[in-house]
């Protein structure tokens, strides 16, 4: 892990079977005063309803959680969920949603949101890919890592499902691997003073 990465620019996460308990248990463990901004994929259908992620997850995090808008400006401290059925972009300081085609059957797509936050973000960037089913989030890791960003990944064995954190490890030299505790206290302790 480089060491030196304690204050990144942007955390993006990504997540699908089982991710809304991760998820909770991730963002539970961020201090009232968490500076960074974090850009948050859950895989959910078209239909699931709006703002009930976004409720459930600031039931258990102390900072203010929102769903991402189209051209939202990216602001501290604040964690942003992309919208069912809409791709989350990252484009410099602010998001973009697309409805273009599903990648890896996927809208939102995890490689989408990490792609794009890499291309604007570079070696500021950290991505987290927690439990899921699927392969999804394995290219985009790449391209954080190859951009000069910092990938984290859930412990497969502390996931409900262990396939997309297993697809990211095997394919791409993470920095660390961490069982979901860990990995929130890792997170927790970004961008906040010795």
Not at 14 to 31: H, I, R, V
Request: proline share 8%; net charge negative; charged share 20%.
């Amino acid at each position: 892990m480089a060491e030196d990465l304690l204050s990144p620019r942007l955390i993006v996460v990504g997540t699908s079977w089982g991710g809304a308990d991760a998820l909770a248990a991730l963002l539970g463990a961020l201090p009232p005063e968490f500076p960074v901004p974090m850009a948050v994929v859950q895989h959910r259908g078209a239909d699931s309803l709006e703002g009930v992620l976004v409720r459930f997850l600031q039931e258990h995090c102390a900072v203010p959680v929102r769903e991402a808008d189209d051209k939202d400006a990216i602001e501290d401290g604040t964690v942003y969920v992309g919208p069912s059925d809409y791709h989350l972009l990252v484009e410099k300081g602010s998001f973009a949603l697309s409805v273009d085609p599903p990648v890896t059957l996927s809208r939102p797509s995890i490689d989408v949101l990490f792609e794009s936050a890499a291309d604007s973000y570079g070696p500021d960037l950290v991505a987290v890919v927690l439990t899921g089913a699927n392969r999804d989030g394995t290219d985009g890791a790449r391209a954080v890592k190859e951009q000069g960003g910092v990938v984290l990944v859930q412990d497969p064995g502390s996931a409900t499902r262990p396939e997309m954190p297993a697809a990211v490890i095997h394919s791409v030299e993470v920095d660390e691997v961490l069982p979901l505790e860990r990995l929130a206290a890792r997170i927790a302790g970004m961008g906040l003073e010795p």
